[in-house]
């Protein structure tokens, strides 16, 4: 079972990060 918790973060932590970056930088989306 640690490796679904270890994908999930991996996921949620790159889904912030896309966020933040969009929000950052809305010019170019």
């Given amino acids: 079972m640690l490796i679904d918790y270890t994908l999930g973060g991996v996921v949620t932590v790159f ?6 970056h969009a929000v950052v ?3 170019r989306f």
């Fill in 15 to 20: 889904l912030l990060v896309y966020l933040t």
């Fill in 25 to 27: 930088r809305p010019e």
